[in-house]
């Protein structure tokens, strides 16, 4: 691929290897139905083997050159989960919903904090600053799962706002804990390198909050489908390239967005046109953050590393269980939850550099690798994880999985049918 690539333009090359991922995307995921598996496994599995550490068939600099896809994605993503915070829904849920937050997100970071200090003897900035990254969870590939199954419910609606609030309660633990261990050791990380992101957050999230509102006037009843999804987009890019900005993630501002306009207007036709249009998009940022995961830091998790993943798994269950125990949810939703709240990725790698810069060279340099490999892991089995958790309380009936790949198996049919007529 080096080699062909030398020769040909960078518009061909970019052509040729969205065709590619796309098409590997879409193979892959006949083999992982056929397993049971959520989509996004596939497409993430898919990203590995086209990726630079397998078969290498992406050029490195596309890939690096390509992070801007995960930004338009996740906007998406958030605004289709917006339409799930109803208001009527949240007043059902709310003080629920803090409490399990708050419970799932502390206790995983607690014990992440306190097994590796007292286990391993290891120095007590490095375990506080691991043990508040250790909070945050990556809703990206569960939101996916559950579109996908079209999950629908009580324990759906509960997933849903944890893990939009659950990031929110990360930044605010790293920056305690930064600050704590900045103060204690003098690293080289000013206070506004701690508290900035907390600004920023708080100004996407207005940025949403008005957008939404803007989105609202706009779609007048005389508006037409294409006016409608343009305006949509060109509003859903304008956010993410605002936080891109300042780099912070977009799934927060994107979620109130869509919030916002739900409960202004009671539109669902409208996520429904966003739905559709979707898919290759989606596709394309799962695969190529698939082709960014080098397999060969598994090699360097280490113990501590190890260590590190299932403690943190733990302390989500445990505390997801314990939240919904005192929040009287329903069994299922008590059984079930924590095992939906494992994927880890983009705010627990963005902290992890920098808890980098605020450590000493080898204990930074440690943080970020068990960092990176383990979120490798947890992006693996995150999706087929959230989709027991959603077939066992009952989010998604036996029916719609048995729909699903009857589907697919009438597209795989199909082409073959229309070439012998």
């Not at 080096?2 to 098409?23: P, V, W």
């Not at 993503?77 to 007043?91: D, L, Y």
């Not at 007292?118 to 799962?145: E, K, N």
């Not at 949403?208 to 305006?231: A, C, Q, V, W, Y």
Request: contains cysteine.
């Amino acid at each position: 691929m080096g080699y062909l690539a030398s020769h040909l333009n960078d518009t061909t090359i970019i052509l040729i290897s969205l065709s590619i991922i796309l098409l590997a995307g879409f193979l892959v995921t006949r083999i992982t139905k056929l397993l049971k598996l959520p989509n996004v496994t596939g497409y993430i599995i898919a990203g590995v083997l086209i990726g630079p550490y397998v078969l290498n068939l992406i050029p490195h600099e596309m890939v690096d050159n390509m992070s801007f896809i995960s930004d338009i994605a996740l906007a998406f993503i958030a605004f289709g989960v917006g339409r799930f915070f109803k208001k009527e829904a949240f007043q059902e849920t709310g003080f629920g919903v803090i409490t399990v937050t708050l419970l799932e997100s502390l206790l995983a970071g607690v014990l992440v904090t306190l097994s590796l200090y007292f286990l391993f003897r290891l120095d007590w900035s490095f375990c506080l600053l691991l043990g508040a990254i250790a909070t945050a969870t990556a809703p990206a590939s569960t939101m996916v799962t559950i579109r996908q199954y079209h999950a629908r419910g009580n324990f759906v609606n509960i997933l849903l706002q944890v893990a939009a609030f659950d990031d929110a309660v990360c930044l605010i633990v790293f920056s305690v804990a930064a600050i704590v261990v900045n103060a204690s050791a003098g690293a080289n990380v000013s206070a506004s390198d701690v508290l900035m992101p907390m600004v920023y957050n708080a100004g996407a999230l207005v940025l949403g909050f008005i957008s939404g509102i803007i989105l609202g006037k706009l779609m007048t009843p005389k508006r037409s489908e294409d006016n409608r999804l343009i305006l949509t987009i060109s509003l859903l890019l304008g956010i993410a390239g605002l936080c891109a900005a300042v780099d912070v993630s977009p799934l927060l501002s994107c979620m109130l967005f869509g919030t916002t306009y739900i409960n202004m207007t009671k539109d669902k036709e409208l996520y429904k046109q966003v739905e559709r249009f979707t898919p290759p998009i989606l596709s394309i940022f799962f695969v190529v953050s698939g082709m960014s995961l080098d397999i060969s830091s598994f090699g360097t998790l280490g113990i501590v590393g190890i260590s590190y993943f299932i403690i943190r798994i733990a302390g989500k269950y445990l505390g997801a269980y314990l939240g919904c125990l005192i929040a009287k949810t329903t069994k299922e939703v008590r059984n079930y939850l924590g095992l939906a709240l494992i994927p880890q990725a983009g705010v627990a790698i963005g902290l992890a550099f920098l808890g980098k810069r605020i450590l000493l060279d080898n204990m930074g340099n440690m943080l970020l690798t068990i960092i990176l490999s383990s979120s490798v892991l947890y992006e693996l089995i995150g999706p087929a994880c959230a989709k027991i958790a959603l077939i066992r309380s009952g989010a998604i009936k036996k029916n719609k999985i048995a729909i699903e790949t009857e589907k697919d198996e009438q597209q795989i049919e199909s082409p073959m049918k229309s070439k012998t007529c």
